[in-house]
Nanobody
Framework: VQLVESGGGLVQAGGSLRLSCVAS????????MGWFRQAPGKERELVAA???????YYADSLKGRFTIARDNAKNTVYLQMNNLKPEDTAMFYC?????????????????WGQGTQVTVSS
């Protein structure tokens, strides 16, 4: 399975970005998918995740600003990020797991993309 992210970039505080992640390869093995982020010097943390059936999970601190969505026909998962803040600056990674359920720990994910940088200026 290969995951390719796009949509990152530089945005001013208060702006929006939409990240996309396209999966290819053994798609049938993928169930839950998620977006993680990692800021310099910090641990990689789960931002949001979505099951194949559309059940979603969000980190508490991001609820209301970020929205995850999935188009199974296009093998794509999206992360809409609104009202971005400088503290959202990080490398964002798409991840997928073979397991059905959403997991919050990065070690539970089997496949990873290369990441896309999001930088929010103040």
């Amino acid at each position: 399975v290969q995951l390719v992210e796009s949509g990152g970039g530089l945005v001013q505080a208060g702006g929006s970005l939409r990240l996309s992640c396209v999966a290819s390869g053994s798609i049938a093995s993928i169930n839950a998918m998620g977006w993680f982020r990692q800021a310099p010097g910090k641990e990689r943390e789960l931002v949001a995740a979505i099951s194949r059936g559309g059940y979603t999970y969000y980190a508490d601190s991001l609820k209301g600003r970020f929205t995850i969505a999935r188009d199974n026909a296009k093998n794509t998962v999206y992360l809409q990020m609104n009202n971005l803040k400088p503290e959202d600056t990080a490398m964002f990674y798409c991840a997928a797991r073979r397991g059905t359920w959403i997991e919050t720990l990065k070690d539970e994910y089997d496949y990873w993309g290369q990441g896309t940088q999001v930088t929010v200026s103040s």
